[in-house]
């Protein structure tokens, strides 16, 4: 029920009270945002340390993956009975793009961009993974994979995908021009991954 923001040199943490549960998190320098249950994006100033505004996105289900893109983009994810990844301007507040990516009664699970936030891929309950293209709201591949992806890294090149997968599997997908490959990773027990200069699985 609270964020801690810490800045350097980390030794004076500022909780920040949040109104309910979040069901997914992400921030930027200025701003938190936290998912909810009730389908709502909860907006917080860090600075400030206090509540600011509440963007109602779904009615049908909770805010499922959160991913916060360089300019004025928020991608939010929803549950299985709403299903869709949608493009809000935070600075306008408004949804500029709807998308289903995945096939219809699955949910989003996950959300990574590569480096420059030109590419963004959603993972669902459907097994699949889901490029997107955030400037036009479009769908530009999808892929299966052998189980539910629950969380998704990208390569800083954007060439590869780190997946961690709901029976704590984990791979790497790799793009090419003749399409994609999955390989298995060996790992067992894995919930989380990050990919910056090392590839790294939590």
Known sequence: ????????????????????????????????????????????????????????????????????????TLVVGTGALDGRVLFVDVVDAKVVHRVSPHDEAFGVTC????????????????????LLDPAKGRILAKLRVVETPT????????????????????AIVTFSQKGATVSDLGLRGATHVAWGESLVFG
Do not use: N
Not at 67 to 72: K, N, Q, S
Not at 151 to 170: H, K, N, Q, Y
């Open 151 to 170: 969380a998704i890294a990208f390569e800083p090149s954007g060439r590869r995908l780190a997946c961690v997968f709901a029976d704590g599997t984990a």
């Open 1 to 72: 029920r609270a964020v801690m923001r810490v800045q350097p040199p980390y030794q004076a943490p500022r909780p920040i009270a949040l109104r309910a549960p979040p069901t997914a998190f992400a921030a930027d320098e200025a701003y938190a945002f936290a998912g909810t249950q009730s389908g709502a994006v909860e907006v917080y100033d860090l600075a400030a340390g206090r509540h600011i505004t509440t963007y109602t996105l779904s009615s049908d289900d909770r805010i499922t993956a959160l991913l916060r893109l360089a300019g004025p």
């Open 111 to 130: 959300l990574a961009s590569d480096a420059r936030g030109r590419i963004v891929a959603s993972g669902g309950d459907d097994g699949r993974i889901a």
